[in-house]
């Protein structure tokens, strides 16, 4: 909506003029080093993999009130930051986070209003371009797929190909053309909220050259790409590549690829989920993810248990140890009710 664009940029101008003091309300296990407030992660861990800049540089080359977790490549500015540090799945709630640190009073109520056209909603665009996809089978895609060590039949909805998606590179800069594989973000009821693009090499043999070659467009918190029929059990995780890796062992479980590690701490399971596994790398924001998960969860009686690969991350697995060490692994990790309705015997 128009009016809450504009009170978000208005809420954001008004955080970066007070970038360290939200740095020491939201973070304060960090500490300023120069231009910089140093942290671990979006919770607050201490450490040194997220930075927030409390000023412009001279040269004007960032500015004030940016952050960006090295560790994970999550970024944005101090909205973004609050709505992960405060585990917030609504952006009427980041702002009113916002305005409550700011002592503002709330804005006044507007009527609703329909954009349509190029000002349409982020998911409305989001469908848009899903829509222009076609089915990977066959495409760069494909080949993308491939060089991760995963094979099909590739049958699922949340996956299309588009061969001429736009990119652009930032602000004032020109946008180019790249293969993409795009992914479908969902809500529980199924409707696309948002779509996930990896832009793909010319040839498909690897991501794009491009500095972000990963991006999602529309509403992703609590959301997450889905590969079969959620039920009462379901496995969660970050990256598409990652669960698909895990479909190939376990062809029968649901999952959810949630695309980050910040966004599989909030997902936001069905309601008829009574168990789930979280699919965890072996990194902080990995561990973060599943503690954070744990802690909203099983408040809400869902079992929550955890899935480790053998190295770092699962399609890493898959491509070093092949399908069947990965799956020998991630079987004595299943609770024995699992493996008798989703692994098949033998």
Same mark, same amino acid.
């Given at each position: ?46 450490? %040194?993999?997220?930075?927030? &800049? ?34 917030? %799945? ?36 989001? &469908? ?31 996956? &299309? ?7 652009? %590179? ?166 024995? &009710? ?9």
């Amino acid at each position: 909506m128009a009016g809450i664009s504009h009170e978000a940029r208005d809420l954001s101008e008004r955080l970066t003029a007070r970038a360290e003091q939200v740095c020491r309300h939201y973070l304060p296990q960090g500490r300023r080093e120069g231009r910089y407030w140093m942290v671990g992660d979006v919770a607050g861990t201490p450490g %040194r993999s997220l930075f927030v &800049r409390l000023s412009a540089s001279p040269a004007a080359r960032g500015a004030a009130g940016k952050w960006i977790d090295a560790a994970t490549g999550e970024h944005g500015d101090l909205l973004d930051l609050i709505a992960a540090n405060r585990t917030l %799945r609504r952006l009427r709630e980041v702002l009113d986070e916002a305005r409550s640190f700011l002592a503002l009073p709330p804005p006044p109520p507007e009527p609703p209003v329909q954009f349509v056209g190029r000002h349409a909603l982020p998911s409305a665009r989001a &469908r848009r371009l899903f829509a222009r996809g076609r089915p990977i089978a066959g495409t760069l895609a494909e080949n993308y797929l491939a060089s991760r060590g995963l094979a099909g039949p590739w049958d699922f909805a949340a996956l &299309r190909f588009h061969p001429n998606c736009w990119h652009w %590179r930032g602000q004032d800069l020109p946008r180019d053309e790249w293969p993409a594989l795009l992914a479908a973000i969902t809500d529980n009821q199924g409707a696309i909220t948002a779509v996930h693009r990896t832009w793909l090499a010319r040839d498909g043999s690897d991501k794009a050259p491009l500095e972000t070659p990963r991006r999602a467009m529309g509403a992703v918190l609590g959301h997450a790409v889905r590969f079969g029929v959620m039920q009462d059990t379901m496995i969660a995780g970050e990256g598409i590549e990652t669960m698909l890796s895990l479909h190939m062992a376990l062809p029968a479980m649901p999952m959810a690829a949630c695309t980050s590690a910040n966004h599989l701490a909030l997902f936001e399971p069905p309601s008829s989920l009574t168990r789930l596994y979280v699919a965890r790398d072996r990194d902080p924001a990995g561990v973060m993810a599943f503690d954070s998960l744990t802690a909203r969860l099983t408040c809400e009686g869902i079992e929550v248990l955890p899935l480790d690969p053998i190295e770092d991350d699962f399609n890493g697995d898959l491509m070093r140890h092949g399908i069947d060490k990965l799956k020998a692994a991630l079987l004595p990790q299943l609770d024995p &009710r699992d493996l008798e309705s989703f692994v098949e015997p033998g």
